[in-house]
């Protein structure tokens, strides 16, 4: 099936599935091409930085790496949804180069992205990992560890967490609106992605079920707790460093 310039089988879905095109006005937002780049002499205009403090301050944490984390399993969710819900919806997916992305880093959550232009690809488990993993993921890891330290395999637990959840929610949707097809199509690409070398080791997959395991820090948030997916049963006592490697 070809896609369609607004994208609109994902408007249903709605959350972190839905992408504005070219028809929404982005303005003059940065790309995450732009927010993935070396951090510039003025770190207050790079817009990663300028989330991640953002997201500190709202959730009132005083680590940065935490507030890292949560950033990037925000992007990591919003890139998976997108490109796994228009390979079960429409059989392809939207080119995501980075360059064709824009970001309201000073959004709220989901993250606020606007394609600038849509090109259709196939929609097979390569091209998923080549458009968010390669495209996205491995340069945004790169970038937060630069700032923030963040062990590597925190950051492919996130990865692959986001993964498992935006499947699990787009085979929710699926088997409530009837359409049984996508919800396995869903659940089969997204185990053949979790097979990827970059994701290997991050976690276990039964059925639609995924336990990590690594922690992404958010019990550290105030108020915060382990994840359903979390390699914890309960928030620990002692530094997460070492589980979260």
Same mark, same amino acid.
């Given at each position: 099936?070809? *896609?369609?310039?607004?994208?609109?089988?994902?408007?249903?879905? $709605?959350?972190?599935?839905?992408?504005?095109t070219e =028809?929404?006005?982005?303005?003059?937002?940065?790309?995450? $091409?732009?927010?993935?780049?070396?951090?510039?002499?003025?770190?207050?205009?790079? /817009?990663?930085?300028?989330?991640?403090?953002?997201?500190?301050?709202? *959730?009132?944490?005083?680590?940065?790496?935490?507030?890292?984390?949560?950033?990037?399993? =925000?992007?990591?969710?919003? @890139? %998976?949804?997108?490109?796994?819900?228009?390979?079960?919806?429409?059989?392809?997916?939207?080119?995501?180069?980075?360059?064709? *992305?824009? %970001?309201?880093?000073? =959004?709220?959550?989901?993250?606020?992205? %606007?394609?600038?232009?849509?090109?259709?690809?196939?929609?097979?488990?390569?091209? @998923?990992?080549?458009?968010?993993?390669? +495209?996205?993921?491995?340069?945004?890891?790169?970038a937060l560890?630069?700032?923030?330290?963040? #062990?590597?395999?925190? *950051?492919?637990?996130?990865?692959?967490?986001?993964?498992?959840?935006?499947?699990?929610?787009?085979?929710? %949707?699926?088997?409530?609106?009837?359409? /049984?097809?996508?919800a396995a199509?869903?659940?089969?690409?997204?185990?053949?992605?979790?097979?990827? /070398?970059? @994701?290997?080791?991050?976690?276990?997959?039964? +059925?639609? #079920?995924?336990?990590?395991?690594?922690?992404? @820090?958010?019990?550290?948030?105030? =108020?915060?707790?382990?994840?359903?997916?979390?390699?914890?049963?309960?928030? /620990?006592?002692?530094?997460?460093? #070492?589980?979260?490697?």
């Open positions: 099936m070809d *896609l369609d310039p607004d994208l609109a089988a994902l408007r249903p879905l $709605a959350g972190f599935f839905v992408l504005r =028809g929404a006005s982005a303005g003059s937002l940065p790309t995450l $091409a732009q927010a993935y780049a070396p951090v510039a002499p003025d770190v207050s205009v790079n /817009p990663l930085i300028f989330r991640v403090r953002k997201i500190a301050t709202a *959730l009132r944490v005083p680590e940065s790496r935490v507030a890292a984390s949560i950033t990037h399993q =925000g992007l990591a969710a919003r @890139l %998976w949804s997108i490109a796994l819900g228009c390979a079960a919806l429409y059989g392809g997916v939207p080119d995501l180069d980075a360059r064709l *992305l824009r %970001w309201d880093a000073d =959004g709220s959550a989901p993250d606020d992205l %606007w394609l600038t232009d849509v090109r259709p690809l196939p929609g097979d488990a390569a091209a @998923l990992a080549d458009v968010v993993l390669h +495209g996205h993921l491995v340069p945004l890891a790169a560890r630069a700032h923030h330290g963040l #062990a590597p395999g925190l *950051l492919r637990g996130n990865a692959a967490s986001a993964l498992a959840g935006a499947a699990r929610e787009l085979g929710r %949707w699926a088997r409530r609106h009837g359409r /049984p097809d996508a199509r869903a659940r089969s690409l997204a185990a053949e992605v979790l097979a990827h /070398p970059l @994701l290997t080791g991050a976690g276990t997959l039964d +059925g639609t #079920a995924f336990r990590r395991r690594s922690c992404c @820090l958010y019990y550290r948030v105030p =108020g915060g707790g382990v994840c359903g997916d979390c390699c914890f049963t309960r928030p /620990p006592r002692s530094s997460p460093r #070492a589980a979260s490697g």
